[in-house]
């Protein structure tokens, strides 16, 4: 592609030229600006809504250079474009595309008697049979479609040879990845693909609107100039919030999960009527929910109406309607004349079909959750509706972006709000999309977990000096800043250098040469890398499979069922997933084996996950909506609802919940006013509820602080649950009747308790906000938040890999391992995998910055707290109070007291005498103890020692051995003196006799013992231990059954005082 002074079409080929003119009208603004900038031959972001040609802007340039270019001589060499998607479908949408330039510019260049060009276009992804994965390898498409999974798995295996002639990289859809671990994960893979070639690839990223830019630019090149490319966006929309009942007060004005049993007014019922209106009224419909447990349930009723207004006959009524969703809702089996279900939890293959038959006409329309949100190409969608507020303003116009997906095309959306809460924040979001105000995007910084998968995987491949790998770590932008010291912590914990000899379970996976400063993986690194690598937490689902189909062979998979459904499940029960009814032939320890029912009624599945919390920006222009609708007149305030796209019963229907809730509460929360409301519930308990619009991102950690600060200054044990909406607290009412007011508040001095007056009120909600950020962060580490983060940092990390990659691990396992480890390494703030746990936590998942700021603006009266008292719950308390309600529905109900006896501490000695209880020892079996003593002493068969490796792990794992101790466990004479001559291992005298122990173990031999250590240790192993003692004989219990402090002592050359003493202590403390 030549330099272009004209039109960009002119730096192209006569034969690319000729294509293009002859396919389409003229260049998008889009590719005009992209391929001037690849022309100059600078790194591109690309940046532009759906439908702009985005992906041509991309590839032409590619196609242009290959198709002019003889391949190169070396067949390793020949792979030259790498297009990573982070959607497997939207790879294979690529690939599908790409056929129609490649054939025209073959036939061009023959109509122009030029060379015919022969490019082929390859797909590596985990879909990709083996057999093409491993022609891959031996013989390289010139173009490679991939996903970062997938390239990730390249670069740690033989295949990455294959990738040494790339010259372009293409990152799709780079918005959807660069503000998540995953993407940091891909930018790691690509510092990686760099190393790797003569020069460092170009860099052309594709995106759709997204802010700010600059960040993602970083993000894609951090250390190259990028051009920026975004025309102005021609791109428009038709947006309409639609409630199909005039007052959706009338239906009880709370939030419906997905429906409502029969005794109570729906609103789905009118949901459903309008959308398959709407459908039936259009050529090619995608319905977007916000979970696949509505997408499955609403497409069922959808069926079902389209089935009664076809025949004119109802469906049987021996089963509840797919309108009463509930968890344990019902299909009714009706064929899917109207819309088929397309979400993560459908196999691939059912997916791939409802994509064929919606872009072929065959189907109408599309139930989808975010796994249609990016750009596949879904043909002549012409109409996209949303059910739900979308979760934000990015998300909605990717969403609506799927209609009109053509250049010039207008995307029409039709959003239906739930209840009356939801419909506001339709309404602003609604709004800022036809704005284009999109949230702004955030890098996740130095993601320690990656890093630790990343390393195991690159020292797997290569050895590494230690100063060169760093230098390569903070070529990706995700970790620029990443402190050398963070960087140290990583790489000791994965060569098994810990703060405590608890970790000795934990298996080192690298090998740190501290005098060579290098790096290497051990054997079983790489599997370990390639099988249980990633970045998508594991929930532990159950694959669902025809029964009588060949695993082996990957065939006959259904889709996914959560494990919690599974275990509610029975064979013979049918079960609807995907638009089909399925029969449960047997269930398995990882999966359900089905065969088809078709016509016959079944349950609807549901999933268990988290929900998306309202970013902080989202929520002040909430807020601002709420104060500036509120200020207007109500003619006014209509007239402002209709022009943001409201139809006239949501625009009456915003104005009269506002209206309601003033009335009620005398204040409408806004961005400059949080409602404090107190309130009896049904109990006679005080309910507080702290109206803010600000998010749950921001009201998850205010009440984790919340909930410490009522601990704290009146001993009550708060429920607090937290949503985007606002914070609701229950104070049990028999722990306010012992509060001393007197002594926590001296502005109530002589006061008595009142039992018509909440004590906690608007003073007890505010906090300095120098101090809230310090309070969060020692709240979050006892939170659930932090355990269920925790596990999946450290299975990123691969501290907790898959015992057997090709099965299921259920959740309930993974949590016990990861409690387990949480237990140990809860004591140690600076193991890696704690503070990347709380780092996870207190920058992804919460915004703290933006709670300080909210302290902040209330400190200073920029934000008003306002106290009241009501009746009864106001009308945005009752939506609050349902969430609440839902969150401890199946809590255990266990009342406070009951609770807090269970915490007391027993005398085990007079509960013993009082129980009769024996002896411990008497109860245990001796030959059982000897039996499992030899197993723990790795004296077992299946356990000996098989290579070095195994020395280094075994003195690990059971301390200092010596030689003859070492041969009867299988090593062989010499093992031990090869660690030793890579400073691994050390040979010292204990007790009188020579031993062999792992160099890490130097400084608590020396400080417990006195052991006299050889020359040559590193430094980093003499360091002072904590309780070097007290480690030696805890490893030493871990490893022995029922043992004497005498046989301590004498294997360890201590007296028996000392030894005696140190159990005790050890004793006392668990």
């Known amino acids: 592609m030549e330099g272009m002074a004209g039109s960009a079409l002119d730096g192209f080929s006569p034969a690319t030229r000729g294509w293009f003119t002859g396919a389409f009208t003229a260049p998008t603004p889009a590719q005009e600006g992209a391929w001037r900038a690849i022309g100059a031959g600078s790194d591109v972001l690309v940046v532009a809504p759906t439908g702009s040609g985005k992906t041509l802007a991309a590839f032409l340039a590619a196609l242009d250079k290959l198709a002019g270019e003889p391949p190169p001589a070396e067949a390793k060499k020949r792979c030259r474009v790498l297009y990573v998607s982070p959607l497997k479908a939207l790879a294979v949408d690529v690939e ?104 460092p690839a170009r860099r052309i990223g594709l995106s759709a609107t997204v802010r700010p830019v600059e960040e993602v630019a970083r993000f894609l090149s951090p250390r190259r100039k990028v051009e920026i490319v975004q025309p102005p966006s021609g791109k428009e929309f038709d947006l309409s919030v639609v409630v199909p009942v005039e007052d959706l007060g009338e239906l009880g004005g709370s939030p419906v999960q997905e429906g409502e049993t029969g005794e109570r007014p729906s609103i789905w019922p009118h949901v459903e009527e309008r959308i398959t209106d709407l459908v039936q009224a259009h050529r090619s419909t995608i319905v977007f929910a916000n979970s696949r447990r509505l997408a499955e349930r609403l497409c069922n009723r959808l069926n079902e109406i389209a089935y009664e207004r076809a025949t004119g006959e109802a469906l049987p009524e021996d089963h509840s309607p797919a309108e009463l969703m509930a968890e344990a809702g019902a299909a009714r089996g009706a ?108 890098v996740p910084a130095n993601p320690l977990d990656v890093l630790a998968q990343q390393l195991i995987a690159m020292t797997a491949m290569d050895t590494w000096d230690v100063d060169e790998l760093l230098a390569l770590t903070r070529r990706a932008a995700p970790f620029a800043s990443l402190p050398e010291s963070a960087y140290t912590s990583v790489l000791d914990m994965l060569a098994g250098r810990y703060p405590s000899d608890a970790f000795a379970e934990l298996r080192p996976r690298l090998v740190w040469d501290r005098v060579a400063h290098t790096v290497t993986g051990r054997p079983g690194a790489q599997r370990l890398a390639v099988t249980s690598g990633g970045t998508i937490p594991d929930r532990g689902l159950f694959g669902v499979f025809l029964a009588g189909a060949d695993p082996k062979k990957g065939g006959g998979r259904v889709g996914e069922l959560d494990e919690e459904m599974v275990y509610e499940s029975r064979v013979g029960d049918v079960f609807t997933l995907g638009t089909t009814s399925w029969r449960i032939e047997d269930i398995t320890r990882d999966r359900v084996l089905v065969s088809p029912a078709p016509g016959v009624p079944g349950r609807l599945p549901f999933w268990k996950g988290d929900q998306l919390g309202r970013p902080l920006e989202l929520g002040r222009a909430l807020g601002a909506f709420l104060r500036e609708v ?110 001393d007011l007197l002594d926590t508040d001296p502005m109530r001095q002589g006061a008595e308790y009142d039992t018509e007056q909440s004590p906690v009120g608007a003073a007890d909600v505010a906090f300095d906000k120098g101090e809230i950020d310090q309070i969060v962060t020692d709240q979050v580490g006892g939170s659930a938040l932090f355990a269920s983060r925790f596990r999946e940092c450290a299975a990123r990390a691969l501290l907790l890999p898959r015992r057997d ?125 000897a039996e499992l003593e030899h197993e723990l002493q790795w004296l077992t068969e299946d356990r000996r020692i098989k290579d070095a490796e195994g020395v280094a792990d075994v003195l690990r794992l059971l301390g200092p051995l010596t030689e003859a101790e070492l041969a009867e466990r299988g090593a062989e004479p010499g093992w031990a003196e090869d660690l030793a001559g890579s400073r691994r291992t050390i040979r010292v005298r204990i007790a009188g006799e020579d031993h062999w122990a792992a160099v890490e173990d130097a400084g608590r031999l020396r400080d417990a013992l006195g052991t006299a250590l050889p020359v040559g240790v590193p430094e980093a192993f003499t360091e002072p231990v904590k309780d070097p003692l007290g480690d030696l004989l805890s490893r030493y219990a871990r490893n022995h059954g029922p043992f004497t402090s005498a046989r301590a002592a004498a294997r360890f050359g201590l007296g028996a005082a000392v030894t005696e003493g140190a159990l005790h202590r050890l004793a006392a403390s668990g």
């Open 96 to 199: 599908r595309n790409l056929r129609s330039p490649l054939t025209g510019i073959r036939q061009e260049a023959v109509r122009l008697g030029l060379p015919e060009p022969e490019i082929r276009v390859g797909t590596r992804s985990g879909d990709t049979p083996a057999a093409e994965r491993r022609s891959l390898a031996t013989r390289p498409p010139d173009i490679l479609i991939t996903t970062p999974e997938s390239l990730f798995l390249m670069l740690t295996s033989a295949t990455r040879e294959a990738l040494r002639g790339v010259e372009t990289v293409i990152l799709d859809e780079v918005h959807a990845v660069a503000g998540t671990k995953r993407g940091a994960h891909l930018a790691l893979s690509l510092e990686r693909l760099d190393e790797l070639l003569e020069r």
């Open 335 to 442: 064929p899917p004349l109207l819309a088929r279900a397309h979400h993560g939890s459908v196999s691939k293959e059912q997916r791939a079909l409802v994509e064929e038959d919606l872009k072929a006409g065959r189907l109408p329309a599309v139930v989808a959750t975010s796994s249609l949100e990016l750009g596949i190409d879904m043909g002549a969608v012409d109409l996209v509706v949303q059910v739900e507020s979308p979760p934000s303003v990015a998300s909605g116009l990717q969403r609506v972006g799927r209609a009109g997906h053509q250049v010039g095309a207008v995307s029409t959306g039709v959003v239906f709000p739930k209840y009356r809460g939801d419909l506001v924040q339709a309404a602003v979001v609604t709004e800022r999309m036809r704005e284009g105000a999109i949230e702004s995007l955030r």
């Open 630 to 739: 509120g200020a207007l007149a109500p003619e006014d305030a209509r007239l402002r609802l209709l022009a943001a796209g409201l139809d006239a019963w949501a625009a009456e229907n915003v104005i009269g919940y506002l209206g309601e809730q003033r009335r009620a509460c005398g204040h409408v929360p806004d961005d400059r006013t949080i409602v404090v409301e107190r309130f009896r519930d049904e109990l006679g308990d005080w309910r507080v509820v702290v109206h803010s619009p600000f998010g749950a991102q921001v009201h998850a950690p205010w009440a984790l602080a919340l909930g410490a600060r009522l601990s704290e200054r009146y001993g009550i044990d708060a429920q607090v649950m937290h949503a985007d909406d606002g914070i609701v607290l229950r104070l049990p009412d028999a722990d306010l009747m012992g509060l």
């Open 805 to 929: 990659p090709g099965k299921r691990t259920p959740l309930w396992q993974q949590r016990q391992r990861a409690a387990q480890l949480l237990q140990v390494a809860s004591d140690f703030g600076s193991f890696p995998i704690v503070l990347e746990a709380v780092r996870e936590c207190l920058q992804d998942v919460f915004d703290v910055p933006g709670l300080t700021e909210l302290m902040g603006d209330i400190e200073a009266r920029r934000v008003r707290l306002v106290e009241v008292t009501t009746p009864e719950p106001s009308p945005f308390a009752r939506s609050l109070l349902f969430g609440y309600v839902a969150q401890f529905l199946y809590e255990g109900d266990s009342p406070l007291a009951e609770r807090r006896a269970a915490a007391l501490s027993l005398d085990s000695r007079l509960l013993a005498e009082l129980l009769g209880q024996a002896e411990l020892r008497e109860l245990l079996d001796a030959d059982v103890l």
